[in-house]
């Protein structure tokens, strides 16, 4: 793998818009070497749309896309490995044939690629089934050949957008220790997800998009460290609840998923004030509690907390 | 390292290949080309006696005229037989220096056989009055012969050819387009290749199984060709069809042919959101292409009035219409800005093509969803 500046890919101000609505509006961030950063928010949020413009598949509106520290241009995208949201293979060619394909699109000769994919596929215990054409491969073996298919050539990036999605928990297990390996030798990965244990496990840093906008970028202690304290409680009793909560210095926002005259509210809380403390105040207040989940510190609770702070996002 | 488009040219030549249905397509050719030999041998020598009359006042006349007529016949290896009520030559003595000769629409000779019969007779006449006045020998105009001429013959044939490659090849490449959206792997490819890259490559992919069933099937008709008897017009034709300018002014009609229409089927199976759309995009243009053939047919039967010889300038018809012309009849000068027209028009079709294969908005390729994002 070549020396590569330490931002492998950096955006700046990217916005595009479609005519039915959609797509980003203020998208920075940056990527560097040996490290995951995942790329995460809801559906709609803009992540494919990012990832599509990053490669030159979509035309920005606005906004700068620099690879490997040099303005985007077309043969950068050589040294990238790119697993689109949208994926397939043919379901006629052989495991090996469709990883070698790929390889050699991306500038290796026959030899070299087929000779990589051989490797690849022995590593996440495919070897035996180099020569099975796709059909016959299960989902999860047929997007791991996917994955490898976007490694094969060595790249010094890797842009993934939901690699995870499909996978069985061994086969997740397996892919997240592939990305490891890449990032060990000095890899940069960009991998977007909903799956935010998954992106706990493995990212050294996160961006979150919200609505079409960064809303955080950084290290993942960092994020984890943003979510608020409190609890997610369901009760019919929704002045109560409130009233209690701002008794102990806190105060309730809705949480979509009401049930009729029941509905679901996030209370945050001062960091001194205990889950049992707020549970005694319900009960002193007869607040009906129908389900009662603490906001578990970490990125979940993070995303939610700053994607809610967005007053467009509580919109939509 | 090979060019992204010849990478995936390979890959759908492969693709094709690795089909029963394109080892059936090369099977059927040598049987298919045998066949045709066949009857076209049998156009020429018919199993049965030609049973035929001669017609004249004039009893040396008419015994001059039996006498070439069986000098051509033998030159054309048929059998004539005097009497009964076979096709007619009535010959008539317009004066005593000039003699017509009228064939009955069905006479089995040739035109060139026609005409060596009043050569024959000009020349026996000769040989008996040396020294006398010349006779003259002219044909009445009559019909032309049901016999097909080996040149048409052989014009016909490289228009069917074309016509049939390219609706074999055009289908071909709507399926090869539409795949990449049945698999979803388009947004893969084009990661690694740009949209025209991934256009050309499926042309030469699909146009190099047309190549290779097309010279199959030319291959197995020239070889058995030398196995039917000389003189026929089995062997002619494929002499006509291996005439290089012949062959030359094909390739490249074929090229632009399917340059022209494999980029209108890239477009609309470019454009269409699955097969079903993709085959209900194309029925126009199959549609079209099946009221050229017609067309072509007409034109190659004389039945198309010349009001309509227009028609060679319009891009749709002019591969066929131009197939049908022989060598030198349209003037090289027009014949090269027909083609060139040709070209011109194919390529904003080539360019909308490919600008169906960017990703966009709505791209029927790629999205599901109408607004891409997420």
Redesign the interface.
Known sequence: MPSAPADLLKITGLAKR???????SDVFFSVPAGAVTGFI?????????TL?CA?G??KPDAGQVSLFGAPFD?TA??R?G???????????ERARDAIG??G??????RKEALASADRLLERVGLGARKNDRIASLSKGNAQRV?VL??MVHDPELLLLDEPLSGLDPIAQSELLSLLAAFRARGGGILFSTHSLAAAESICDRVVMLSA?RTIFEGGVPDASALAPHGAIVVTADAEGLGTAAAMLGGHIVPVAGAMGEVARWRVVLPRHITHPVLIRALSERRVPIFAFEPIKPGLEGAFWHLAQSLPESRAA | ??S?TW?IAE?EFR?YV?TLSFWVALALGPPAAGAGLMLAQNVQHPAEPSSIQVVSQNADLARDGKIALREAAMLEGRHLVFGGSGPSLTVRAVSPQLVELAFAQNFPLSDSGRALVARTLERDYARRTSGAAPLTVHQKASPASHRPDAAAVARFLSMLILWLTLTGSLGMLLQTVV?ERA????????????PWQIMAGKLLGVGGVSLLILASWLGSSAALSLAVPEGGLAPAIIAELGRPELLLRAAVIYCLAYAFYGSITVALGAMARDSASAQNLARPMFASLVIVFFVALSTAMGGIPPAFSGLLYVPVFTPFLLLLHPVGAVSWAVELSILILMAAVSFPIAWFAVSRFE????SPL???S?????
């Open positions: 479609f005519r039915g609505g959609g797509g980003v928010g809801v559906n709609g949020a803009g992540k494919s749309t599509r490669l598949l979509l077309l995208r050589r990238v790119f697993l689109p949201e949208e994926r397939g293979l043919f379901a006629h394909f790929h050699r699109l991306k500038g290796m000769t996917q298919a976007a079409g | 390292m090979t992204p990478l890959r693709t690795a795949r698999t979803r792997a388009l947004e893969s490819l084009l990661a690694a290749a740009a990703l966009q908005e709505n790629l999205f599901r109408k607004v891409p994002q997420g």
